[in-house]
């Protein structure tokens, strides 16, 4: 099939194809700009540090330590992440406006590269909030583990500053639209070239010579219905014949 035909294909469907581009485009915009929220992300650092045993300054007493603190963090990102801490931070904090279930769903805890630091994030839709959020869980849950784990090893090593602008962590919607641009015409196009392969029929006289792999002697054109008319209203000419008319007695 060579370059004409493919565009011959896409020009006789283009109809189909340009619905098809504005359907999944608009809908996929509206969509986009309706439920697609600005969300930020705020981040506290915590430092599980605990010391030696008391006259044991070996080093491997203290390669001990931070491998147990280490293990420890994975404890303090499930512990963090409970209704016993999130209780007590919506309790202290009612300015938050929010409630433990909420915060819980917001948070996120992440051990930084096999340290012994904790990354406390929170997602919120304004960065304001998610640092006041991410600051109050950090500080209640440095003072609730000695309680709750006889450990008092948690340090705060950076807090998140809600004075500070940051750009949004979520895609712009038009980054959607644009997607869903591209990808529709891809499928507008497929979709023509799918339906000019199912299509079987025979419309040309081209198709009679690769059906059949004989020449077209004669074609007969389609006429219309005002041809038709046209041809009713012309007027028959008389007949003038030659030769002298005949007279019967």
């Known amino acids: 099939m060579e370059i004409k035909q493919y565009f011959n294909i896409i020009k006789k469907r283009l109809w189909l194809v340009l619905l098809i581009i504005v359907v999944i485009t608009v809908g996929t915009g509206v969509y986009a700009y309706m439920t697609n929220s600005p969300q930020y992300s705020a981040t506290a650092k915590l430092v599980v540090n605990s010391s030696p045993t008391a006259g044991d300054d070996s080093t491997t007493a203290n390669i001990g330590a931070i491998n147990s603190n280490i293990q420890l963090i994975k404890t303090y990102k499930e512990i963090i992440k409970t209704p016993a801490i999130m209780n007590k931070v919506v309790k202290e904090y009612p300015d938050l406006n929010a409630n433990a279930s909420q915060l819980i769903n917001q948070v996120s805890v992440n051990a930084v590269n096999e340290t012994q630091v904790m990354s ?47 750009p949004p962590i979520t895609t712009s919607p038009m980054l959607f639209v644009l997607i869903a641009l591209v990808l529709s015409v891809v499928v507008g196009i497929a979709i023509a070239f799918l339906l000019e392969y199912m299509d079987d029929s025979i419309k040309s006289e081209e198709d009679i010579r690769d059906v059949l792999g004989m020449p077209v002697l004669g074609v007969i054109a389609k006429m219309k219905e005002e041809d038709m008319t046209a041809k009713e209203r012309v007027p028959a000419k008389p007949f003038t014949g030659g030769g002298e008319r005949a007279n019967h007695t």
Do not use: G, H
């Open 120 to 166: 406390v994030s929170v997602v919120d839709t304004s960065y304001e909030s998610a640092a006041k959020k991410v600051n109050a869980i950090a500080a209640v849950f440095q003072r609730e583990i000695p309680t709750l784990m006889n450990f008092d090893n948690i340090i705060i090593l950076d807090k998140a500053d809600p004075s500070v602008s940051t």
